[in-house]
């Protein structure tokens, strides 16, 4: 196969430097392009994309369609990695990427496998995508993740791990905390990515990465017995987790631009749907038609969750969003 010229969107964020990441050390296989915002074209962030060599393309998705098709013509595979409260602006780069015969978009998925339907607001705003994709006859590849390993630790008395930890202190199990989600080490998204979008097998189908399968319990037990620590465990009852999504669901509703309270009902979605109906499984994910990485790249090694507590209790963990 000869290399694929791709554009990847959201090349800065958390999702999107893991990809950029596992893009760049394939460069046999892509040339790799960024999509950058006109609002964001001169932040030093992108001014670093250019210095790793990647071309950068500035567009604004919201505009005229036309100057959308005119930049995303001559692209091979267009990945989106769009932040979770702009979902609906891949409609129109969606529309464009038919008119510009891009072979392969891969939207923004790179959550929890979940239906769709009421169950994670973002996953409906996701859908919304899909369908239009879909409607299109665009060619696509849709790929989730689990959970980041990054977010999915409790910290520990000591404090050792508050540096790495978005939330502090972070030690709540949900329902009984037995439900087994899958996991994804971040720095392997790109890894994985960069292996399905020359995968022909995916094309037009879901696919699912994971490096293990373990539930709160099991995490909150590796990390007390990998850091000699005993971590006081808070419990949240499966209807403390339906009543927080019914509550900031409502605000939302009331105040839609209210941004911490969008990402507080985001988070309690996702609860609700890993640790009370249990969707983010290998077999829920089955059932579902999507195709399991670990089985289409059995050679591949991702970083099992116990490697990256080590990092993390070592001091070595990153601590996100920090760009
Ligand atoms: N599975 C998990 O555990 C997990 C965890 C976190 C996130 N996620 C999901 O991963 C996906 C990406 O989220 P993230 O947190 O990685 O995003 P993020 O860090 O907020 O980054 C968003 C990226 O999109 C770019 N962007 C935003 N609007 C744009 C536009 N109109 N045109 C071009 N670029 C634009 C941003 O660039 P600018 O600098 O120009 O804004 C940035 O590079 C979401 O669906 C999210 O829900 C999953």
Known sequence: ??????????????TGSSILKGLLENREFFDTEALVQPSSADKPTVQKLAERGVKIRVADIGGPLDALVKTLTGIDVLISAIGATAQLAQIQLATAAKEAGVKRFVPCGFITVTPPGGVMALRDDKEVVYQH???????????????????????????????????????????????????????????????IIRDPRTLNQFVVTYSDVLSEHEIFNLMEEMSGENIGR???????????????????????????????????????????????????????GYLDARELYPDFQPRRFKEFVAELLDGKAEKLYMR
């Open 1 to 14: 196969m000869s290399k694929q010229t791709v554009l990847l969107l959201g090349a800065t964020g958390g």
């Open 133 to 195: 994709i879909w409607k299109l006859a665009l060619p696509y590849t849709i790929i989730d993740v689990g959970y980041w390993h990054q977010i999915s630790f409790p910290t520990v008395p000591s404090g050792r791990v508050d540096y790495a930890s978005l939330i502090n202190p972070n030690v709540k199990i949900h329902a009984d905390g037995n439900i087994p989600t899958m996991l994804t080490d971040l720095r392997d998204i790109g890894r994985f990515v960069s292996l």
């Open 234 to 288: 808070k419990y949240v009852s499966a209807d403390e987790v339906e009543a927080s999504r019914a509550r900031f669901g409502a605000i939302i509703r009331a105040e839609p631009n209210n941004a911490m309270a969008r990402m507080q009902s985001f988070s309690a979605d996702y609860n609700f749907s890993k640790y009370v109906r249990g969707d983010n499984t290998p077999t829920y994910a089955a059932y579902l």
